[in-house]
């Protein structure tokens, strides 16, 4: 689909039935649609909900936007709501990790008309500095890519055992994972979206004129996010709820989907 933003092109996927609630999840820092696995998202099917997948600007099959042009979280944001109105969604379920997570705060602060519900995953409220990422961590994210396949697949996988679930951690999954991402597209300029994060600043003030239900999630075990920041941004979003998983890195593994599963989908029952 294209949208009316420089004409840039966004790809996705959905799964289930589109007369069920929508459920639109928007990846992190980097990632592609992939990020939500498609069993992960057949879960949520299972639930009643359409999910809707895709990747963000400058990543995946979506566009690479032109360097001339500079765009923040609420651009991205701008994004996802484009492909809802794709679909003809008018309203839905959002769910976001990391980055994403920063993108649903940013939908229900600035578009809260076209929110159900709200979750974000492992993120913070974009205060500089307030991510307590420990060194290995800040270092991992901070290393340019290799142009070499076989390289930039080895790389990944080094870094993501750094923020990953420590005790969850599978290598041939995450492995499958890269070559994947790698062999579906390889261009991605994760360093435009870490850009659009800075430039967006701290939502804290605006987080706490959120009305949207929202739930807020994270793990104990995330070294690249501290629970801290998923602490901080639900105690500032009127009457969030905060689920701490144990056990949970940065990253969604399978082991943590039937608690999130049940989480989103309880928020949404609460609030249909």
């Given at each position: 689909?294209?949208?009316?933003?420089?004409?840039?092109?966004?790809?996705?996927?959905?799964?289930?039935?589109?007369?069920?609630?929508?459920?639109?999840?928007?990846?992190?820092?980097?990632?592609?649609?992939?990020?939500?696995?498609?069993?992960?998202?057949?879960?949520?099917?299972?639930?009643?909900?359409?999910?809707?997948?895709?990747?963000?600007?400058?990543?995946?099959?979506?566009?690479?936007?032109?360097?001339?042009?500079?765009?923040?979280?609420?651009?991205?944001?701008?994004?996802?709501?484009?492909v809802l109105d794709a679909l003809g969604v008018e309203k839905a379920h959002v769910v976001g990790m990391s980055m994403g997570g920063m993108i649903v705060?940013?939908?229900?602060?600035?578009?809260?008309?076209?929110?159900?519900?709200?979750?974000?995953?492992?993120?913070?409220?974009?205060?500089?500095?307030?991510?307590?990422?420990?060194?290995?961590?800040?270092?991992?994210?901070?290393?340019?890519?290799?142009?070499?396949?076989?390289e930039a697949i080895a790389l990944d996988i080094v870094h993501r055992k750094v923020w990953a679930s420590p005790e969850w951690f599978d290598e041939q999954?995450?492995?499958?994972?890269?070559?994947?991402?790698?062999?579906?597209?390889?261009?991605?300029?994760?360093?435009?979206?870490?850009?659009?994060?800075?430039?967006?600043?701290?939502?804290?003030?605006?987080?706490?004129?959120?009305?949207?239900?929202?739930?807020?999630?994270?793990?104990?075990?995330?070294?690249?996010?501290?629970?801290?920041?998923?602490?901080?941004?639900?105690e500032l979003i009127p009457d969030a709820e905060f689920l701490e998983i144990e056990g949970m890195g940065h990253d969604i593994c399978v082991q943590a989907?039937?608690?999130?599963?049940?989480?989103?989908?309880?928020?949404?029952?609460?609030?249909?």
């Amino acid at each position: 689909m294209r949208t009316d933003d420089h004409n840039i092109e966004l790809y996705y996927e959905t799964f289930g039935f589109d007369h069920d609630p929508a459920l639109l999840l928007i990846s992190g820092l980097g990632s592609q649609l992939l990020g939500w696995s498609e069993e992960f998202c057949l879960g949520f099917v299972d639930r009643g909900f359409f999910v809707v997948r895709f990747d963000n600007r400058d990543i995946g099959l979506s566009s690479r936007v032109d360097e001339s042009l500079q765009y923040d979280l609420s651009d991205m944001a701008a994004d996802g709501l484009a492909v809802l109105d794709a679909l003809g969604v008018e309203k839905a379920h959002v769910v976001g990790m990391s980055m994403g997570g920063m993108i649903v705060q940013t939908l229900a602060i600035e578009h809260p008309e076209r929110l159900l519900t709200a979750t974000s995953i492992m993120s913070s409220t974009g205060v500089p500095g307030s991510n307590t990422s420990t060194p290995e961590a800040l270092a991992a994210i901070n290393t340019p890519a290799p142009l070499d396949r076989a390289e930039a697949i080895a790389l990944d996988i080094v870094h993501r055992k750094v923020w990953a679930s420590p005790e969850w951690f599978d290598e041939q999954a995450v492995t499958e994972y890269f070559e994947a991402a790698w062999d579906r597209s390889s261009n991605g300029r994760p360093d435009r979206q870490m850009a659009a994060i800075g430039a967006s600043g701290s939502r804290e003030d605006l987080l706490t004129s959120i009305a949207t239900p929202t739930l807020v999630i994270h793990g104990d075990e995330d070294t690249l996010i501290n629970i801290s920041c998923g602490r901080r941004t639900a105690e500032l979003i009127p009457d969030a709820e905060f689920l701490e998983i144990e056990g949970m890195g940065h990253d969604i593994c399978v082991q943590a989907w039937p608690l999130i599963i049940s989480s989103v989908t309880n928020l949404a029952a609460r609030n249909a």
